[in-house]
């Protein structure tokens, strides 16, 4: 890990809905809370708790040096809306099998 960069992955006990355009896209109470610094908090949701069947998978991905190789999802109208993390490097090994989108709300 970088000097002063570091991440945490715990298991969150809040709801968090994803909804796009009317529609519910992954509901969860399982949640895994990423806490990156410099990032916001992200939620790393299960994929059976995600309709996996609305969504495209993109030719997209990126590299994070703390992480690994994403791999994106699409929707019609929304490019890139969420995204896992097949293969993470060992440090956040827990988000394996896990996706995250960019608006959460957390109820």
């Known amino acids: 890990m970088a000097h002063g960069h570091t991440i945490t992955v715990e298991r969150g006990t809040q709801h968090v809905r994803v909804v796009h355009g009317g529609q519910v896209l992954a509901e969860s109470e399982r949640p895994l809370v990423l806490r990156e610094t410099g990032c916001p908090v ?9 309709r996996l069947d609305l969504l495209t998978p993109s030719d997209t991905h990126t590299h994070c040096p703390f992480k690994g190789t994403a791999s994106y999802w699409s929707l019609p109208d929304a490019p890139d809306l969420v995204w896992s993390y097949p293969d993470p490097r060992p440090d956040v090994a827990a988000i394996k099998g896990h996706l995250c989108f960019y608006d959460v709300e957390v109820l």
């Open 42 to 50: 992200r939620y790393y949701l299960p994929a059976e708790d995600v």
